[in-house]
């Protein structure tokens, strides 16, 4: 399935991740019979399906399904993508911006594709550097332009609500493939993006 807009869950799932939750609720000490938290289980184990649906995506096919031929060889960005994502060490999630480019070599794709193809990555249990990573060679294996760039900043709820507690860390990541890798276009885009 390329994309689809996750609103079903599957039962089976839902009741063993809820059964689960259920116990943890309580191990921690928490009575799960208290109105507040009656259904929380059953809500955690939803969301959770939520927040990890893009094991279930294929962005390959998001790009495959909006590639146009198009004699357009001029860069194109997509800044500003609002991006959340759970932390795979604390399960905590982190989220911020993302800034992609790439120079088109033949084939346009269209622009709503790139947020869908961070969301896919995104929702999954993730580390920052690989999100960049799978983003950028997603985009540069599917539709093979002239190079691509991304750019990734975002906080870290496991940096800011536990251990070293700094609530005003912003962790950046880069990645650089084809003509990015030339300084002279590398930098065009980061000023472009205001970096």
Do not use: W
């Not at 089976?12 to 059964?19: G, H, L, R």
């Not at 940096?159 to 084809?178: A, E, H, P």
Request: aromatic residues 8%; neutral net charge; charged residues 25%.
């Amino acid at each position: 399935m390329p994309y689809k807009k996750f609103e079903e869950y599957n039962i089976q799932v839902t009741d063993d991740v809820k059964d689960r939750y259920k116990n943890i609720i309580e191990d921690l000490g928490e009575n799960t019979s208290r109105e507040g938290l009656l259904k929380t289980p059953e809500r955690a184990a939803k969301a959770m399906q939520f927040l990890t649906q893009g094991y279930h995506q294929d962005p390959v096919e998001i790009l495959k399904g909006a590639m146009f031929k198009e004699s357009y060889n001029e860069m194109v960005i997509v800044k500003d993508i609002e991006l959340y994502s759970l932390c795979e060490h604390h399960i905590l999630p982190f989220f911020g911006k993302a800034h992609i480019a790439y120079i088109p070599n033949g084939y346009i794709v269209g622009l709503s594709k790139l947020p869908r193809i961070v969301d896919v990555f995104a929702r999954r249990l993730q580390v920052q550097e690989r999100l960049t990573e799978q983003i950028l060679d997603c985009i540069n294996d599917t539709l093979k332009p002239q190079g691509v760039a991304v750019v990734i900043e975002a906080s870290h709820m496991c940096m800011m609500m536990r251990g070293v507690q700094k609530q005003n860390s912003l962790t950046t990541t880069s990645g650089f493939r084809g003509q990015f890798e030339k300084i002279e276009t590398r930098n065009e885009f980061l000023k472009l993006i205001g970096k």
